[in-house]
């Protein structure tokens, strides 16, 4: 370990006011020449950039943190059946026509509002005509 940096957040949005304030460590190998504290600062917010929307959207939206499954081979496969809807949910998203509906939520209400028949499909017919190209 070459240097260690103390990186403190508050965290707050429009809708709400920060409540906490979070401290986080950042440990580097590469001595200050290399790597400045701007730098560290960019390479924590890059990481954070790619782990919050799909962490949030399995924690949150598909609440994969509430699961009481608790066998080793469950729980891997849940949670690559989570990850499948995902992917296919992102494409959803992507092709979703309303613009207010193109959450992983109006997926799943998309999905239910057809009592699965749609998720069905989607495993059954190699060309779903219900999910665009």
């Known amino acids: 370990m070459e240097q260690a940096a103390r990186l403190t957040r508050c965290i707050d949005s429009d809708q709400e006011p920060a409540e906490e304030i979070q401290t986080e460590w950042l440990i580097s190998s590469r001595p200050a020449d290399q790597l400045d504290a701007q730098q560290m600062l960019q390479a924590d917010r890059r990481y954070w950039a790619i782990e919050n929307p799909f962490h949030y959207r399995l924690d949150v939206v ?72």
């Open 62 to 133: 598909a609440r994969e943190d509430e699961s009481r499954v608790r066998t080793p081979t469950s729980a891997l496969n849940l949670g690559m059946i989570r990850r499948v809807v995902q992917s296919v949910a992102a494409h959803w998203i992507g092709c979703c026509s309303r613009k207010r509906q193109a959450t992983l939520s109006g997926f799943y209400d998309f999905m239910s509002a057809r009592n699965s028949r749609k998720a069905f499909s989607l495993v059954t017919v190699h060309n779903s005509s219900w999910l665009p190209p």
